[in-house]
């Protein structure tokens, strides 16, 4: 990973959540989910191979967005360049011989498995599950594709193998199209409009 990427990414950050203050509640800067819709066939295999991380949470009661500051912003930001830089883009169809496999990357992986190492990170760091959903995408060509979003107290946030800028979600290219839901990691909602999405990418 350069240095100037590297910087970049975080300047970029720190300055689109530096800029203004927090949201109060919901608002333009968050996606707007809706009902229960299909889990992905790729992140239903796994929950079956990794069923603790698949738990309900609601037990602990309402998690409130991540409230972000200055050591957090670029913790963020040293994560998903970091990924980016170790994991080699490849596909499942070249790795394991199928279409669609989840799993934790060594060295390299498509875009549902660095969404996964990135989401286990920073989870590692202390940030809830509740607020590092894995989320499925359209991209303008209408291939699918896999990111993870950050919900923070100044919207969500897009962590995506194919950028190393971390950008609000209404800046990206994508039609968003479902993610897990915060309380139940197993359970996905519709954003949009839900069909069943193969996600795979591993170029832009």
């Known amino acids: ?32 989910v809706g009902r ?12 079956l191979e ?4 698949c738990r309900p949470l609601e037990s602990r009661g309402l998690v409130t967005p991540l ?12 994560v998903n360049t970091r990924i980016n830089a ?15 496999r989840w799993t934790y990357p ?17 989870h590692e760091m202390g940030i809830d599950l509740a607020n590092l959903l894995l989320t499925v995408v359209r991209k303008r060509s209408g291939e699918g594709h896999a990111v993870l979003t950050l919900r923070t107290d100044r919207g969500d946030f897009i962590l995506d193998n194919l950028n190393w800028r ?11 199209v479902k993610r897990q839901s915060g309380s139940d990691p197993g359970r996905w909602l519709d954003i949009g409009v839900a069909s069943e999405v193969v ?6």
């Open 199 to 204: 996600v795979g990418a591993v170029a832009k």
């Open 106 to 122: 060594t060295d390299a992986g498509d875009c549902e498995d660095f969404a996964l190492l990135k989401r286990r990170a920073l």
């Open 36 to 47: 229960a819709t299909t889990q992905p066939i790729g992140h239903h295999l796994f929950c």
């Open 67 to 78: 409230k972000l500051d200055h050591d957090l912003i670029l913790a963020v930001a040293e």
């Open 86 to 100: 170790r994991i080699e883009p490849r596909s499942d169809a070249e790795l394991y011989g199928t279409e669609e």
């Open 166 to 176: 971390v950008v609000a979600w209404t800046d990206t290219p994508y039609r968003f």
């Open 1 to 32: 990973m350069s240095r100037l990427c590297a910087f970049g990414a975080t300047l970029s950050l720190c300055l689109l959540l530096l800029a203004g203050p927090a949201a109060a509640d919901p608002g333009p800067g968050h996606m707007p």
């Open 50 to 53: 990794n069923a603790a991380e």
